[in-house]
């Protein structure tokens, strides 16, 4: 926030009255496994009711159905693509925290929990719980 203090006065107050939960990943909760704050499902569905709201209820909502399915067996044939059970995207992550983890050294403690050291930082992980102390894994679901 000092940062931002010396970039932008008026950004920093304006943060600085807003609840760190909206807007700070490490305040919000890591149930939902999702590494980003926006959801596109919501964008992609608000454009096909822009294609279908003219038109009467039950033709709209016939409309939006044949589209949901539509998109839902075009993923179902995309899944079919994949090499393995992860999908493209997740798994282009992992082989970047793969390639980024060449300069970890892990000290195990027991019980599958490990002390990594990275350059000049350490974290806990515990592997039984997918639990990490940077706290990346709790809330992507993906390990760090």
Same mark, same amino acid.
């Not at 980003?36 to 822009?50: D, K």
């Given at each position: 926030m000092d940062r931002m203090l010396v970039l932008s006065k008026e950004a920093h107050d304006w943060l600085e009255e807003l609840d760190p939960k909206t807007w700070? *990943?490490?305040f919000q #909760?890591?149930?939902? #496994?999702?590494?980003? @704050? @926006?959801?596109?499902?919501?964008?992609?569905?608000? *454009?096909?009711?822009?294609?279908? *709201?003219e038109l009467p209820i039950l033709t709209m909502i016939q409309r939006i159905k044949g589209q949901m399915m539509g998109r839902h067996y075009g993923k179902q044939l995309e899944v079919l693509k994949w090499n393995g059970t992860i999908c493209p995207k997740v798994r282009k992550r992992l082989q970047r925290h793969i390639d980024a983890a060449a300069t970890c050294h892990a000290d195990p403690t027991g019980l599958g929990i490990f002390e990594v050291q990275d #350059?000049? *930082?350490?974290f806990s992980v515990d592997i039984s719980l997918s639990k990490c102390t940077c706290r990346r894994w709790d809330l992507t679901g993906i390990p760090c």
């Open positions: 700070v *990943r490490a #909760k890591d149930f939902p #496994k999702c590494d980003v @704050l @926006l959801n596109n499902n919501c964008e992609v569905f608000n *454009r096909y009711i822009l294609d279908a *709201r #350059k000049n *930082r350490q």
